[in-house]
């Protein structure tokens, strides 16, 4: 049965686990000047609500057509013009209502995650709820309770929007009406960071890490477990360093994937036999990313690492920036584009893992979520909501 759990902020136990490694030395990297490669111009910039606050918050912009998709925390979900930012619907979703809509929030919705689909837009609360939207008007089409907190972007394909929750449950919902297909349940640890591991839904399979560090594929019809495999085995003195969450969404390769745990292990494996193809010691909360014929990955440390997607090999790394809690970068020509907690987006050369340009966002405003790209073009959300369009230009 599930129990009891104990949420550890990641930025949080990123932060406690450097002071815990070195007494002496800065707990996480200054800038230090750099030589650019890359002029960069925020084209638009717009709030959406009042973003997740001081809660830590995975909500990213979605792009579908000409319409960016975003939501705050509170409950806010817009669409908006991709060209300049303009906002073409607005919709609120959940709790309830503050006094006279001025002087009290009233209670949040929550909201942890959007995702696109076709003419639907699906969206998750940490109330334990998922709502469907039409993406053209913003009009609710259903809204459907689910047993736990959703803490990630729904995953949808063949017909289903299926969620991770953290409860420890895996349910798979009708994509058309919201009734519950099939539930899932997974053992969780008594502490984990806050966060889940996006299930990817690919060849029949609904892929997934657990907190308790297992990659896991269930068949996507029925939730019938196919397999599962250990990528970290708990191990230590104290309960930070026996942390083994796999939060990270798997990376499809063709007939494999790739993903890593926290204080584990960087693996690929056999979508349909489980069999390990390789293994590297990189442990990571963040997702693997594909960059072109290499994978990109940002290990616990906020280093950013370039490893070869057929051995597992690191062909370079940069650690001019441990510690400063990296997104997953986004990728655009030669460049991987992160963004970190004190609001800067940072260019790295794809080739040779150089710093190769910088850009100051908002003064200390944390961005905890990869940037996305739609036509060579970075939009990304901080935390205090504020969406901006960044486009980049190599000198």
């Known amino acids: 049965m599930i129990g009891f759990k104990r949420w550890l902020g990641v930025i949080a136990a990123a932060s406690f686990l450097a002071a815990c490694s070195s007494v002496e030395g800065p707990t996480y990297a200054e800038l230090n000047t750099i030589s650019a490669e890359v002029d960069t111009t925020v084209i638009w910039r717009t709030r959406v609500g009042t973003g997740a606050g001081e809660h830590y918050s995975r909500l990213a912009p979605q792009v579908q057509d000409n319409l960016i998709f975003a939501a705050d925390w509170h409950g806010l979900v817009v669409a908006l013009n991709k060209d300049n930012g303009q906002r073409v619907w607005q919709q609120r979703l959940g709790g309830r209502a503050g006094i006279l809509n001025r002087w009290f929030r009233g209670e949040p919705a ?46 949808v394909g063949e017909g289903r929007v ?10 798979a919902l009708s994509a058309r009406t919201g009734e519950q297909q099939w539930l899932h349940e997974e053992e969780v640890a008594l502490l984990s960071l806050r966060g889940v591991s996006r299930p990817v839904i690919a060849s029949g399979g609904v892929i997934f890490g657990s907190a308790t560090g297992k990659a896991v594929v269930l068949l996507s019809q029925n939730g019938q477990l196919a397999w599962e495999e250990r990528l970290a085995t708990p191990s230590g003195s104290t309960e930070l360093e026996r942390l083994v969450d796999v939060d990270g969404a798997p990376l499809v390769l063709g007939t494999n994937f790739v993903m890593s745990a926290f204080n584990g292990e960087l693996v690929a494996l056999d979508l349909r036999s489980g069999e390990v193809v390789w293994k590297q010691n990189h442990g990571a909360w963040r997702s693997p990313v594909l960059a072109v014929n290499r994978i990109a990955l940002v290990n616990q440390d906020s280093h950013m690492l370039s490893i070869d997607r057929n051995n597992g090999l690191e062909r370079w790394r940069n650690s001019d920036l441990f510690n400063r809690s990296l997104t997953e970068p986004a990728v655009i020509g030669q460049y991987l584009i992160s963004g970190d907690r004190f609001g800067y987006l940072h260019w790295f050369n794809r080739t040779s893992g150089t710093l190769a340009g910088r850009l100051e966002l908002n003064d200390d405003v944390a961005l905890q979520s990869a940037p996305i790209v739609a036509d060579d073009i970075l939009y990304v ?10 486009s980049q230009r190599v000198k």
């Open 110 to 155: 929550r909201l942890s995650g959007i995702t696109a689909a076709g003419s639907m837009l699906f969206v998750g609360s940490e109330n334990g709820k998922v709502y469907a939207l039409d993406s053209d008007t913003g009009e609710v089409q259903w809204e459907q309770r689910v047993p736990g907190e959703v803490l990630s972007a729904p995953s």
């Open 162 to 171: 299926v969620l991770h929750l953290g409860s420890g449950y895996i349910v």
């Open 381 to 390: 959300q901080d935390a205090k909501g504020y969406i901006y369009a960044v």
